[in-house]
């Protein structure tokens, strides 16, 4: 099992571009949730989906959007880059459960730096 | 509501224990515990569920107080493969998980 595949995993964009990742989920893992995480903190929600729907959403802007695909793959868009975008992004595959009894599991993270 | 974590770092030679703690302002269905190494991905510890059961690790434990909506991660003989960033993660009604800010946990030879 490959676990959780992220891709790229070092990326440099320029302020006002536009940037997608890509995620591939643990084999058996319908949802995909993604995290923000700048130098030093925590992990910050932006959203999470499950059968191809949004179905959570942290306080994000609507500069950043998402898919999931058949498969559970999932996709993360940033549009109109701004440096404070700069941070590891990681994206986290589980089965969906609302009580919180499984296990998330993160891949690699992709860091992505806006100059 | 993003949960808070005491204290953000602490110092240990090896074999010392630590106690992190985890606290929220709302009403908890479960606490998940993550540990990330420097430029690596976090990596799951532990779910403690309302009712008392723990599932994870076997060399770390916790504690989660429904009531005072708190959670406790012990690391007793810590050792040097310990070392990391501790996260505890607050599981929503609407099924995602919310971190803290974390805590940096050096073990020292």
């Known amino acids: 099992d490959a676990g959780v595949t992220q891709s790229p995993t070092h990326l440099i964009k320029t302020r006002g571009q536009q940037v997608t990742l890509r995620c591939s989920p643990k084999s058996g893992h319908d949802t995909v949730s993604w995290y923000q995480q700048a130098l030093g903190q925590g992990p910050q929600f932006i959203f999470q989906?499950?059968?191809?729907?949004?179905?959570q959403r942290g306080n994000f802007p609507d500069r950043f959007s998402g898919h999931q695909f058949p498969n559970y793959s999932s996709e993360l868009n940033v549009n109109a880059l701004l440096l404070g975008d700069s941070a590891l992004y990681l994206c986290a595959s589980s089965v969906l459960d609302r009580m919180g009894n499984t296990e998330a599991f993160f891949g690699q993270g992709t860091r992505l730096t806006v100059v | 509501q993003q949960p808070v974590q005491s204290p953000q770092a602490v110092i240990l030679r090896e074999g010392e224990d630590a106690v992190i703690n985890c606290s929220s302002s709302?009403?908890?269905?479960?606490v998940h515990w993550y540990r990330q190494k420097h430029g690596e991905a976090p990596v799951f510890l532990m779910i403690l569920l309302k009712g008392g059961e723990q599932k994870g690790h076997e060399k770390i434990s916790a504690s989660f107080n429904e009531k005072k909506q708190q959670s406790s991660l012990y690391l007793t003989a810590s050792q040097l493969s310990y070392s990391g960033t501790y996260f505890c993660?607050?599981?929503?009604?609407?099924?995602?998980?919310?971190f803290g800010k974390g805590t940096k946990l050096s073990v020292k030879p």
């Open positions: 993660g607050t599981h929503s009604i609407q099924g995602n998980l919310i």
């Open positions: 709302k009403a908890l269905y479960s």
């Open positions: 989906y499950y059968e191809e729907e949004e179905r």
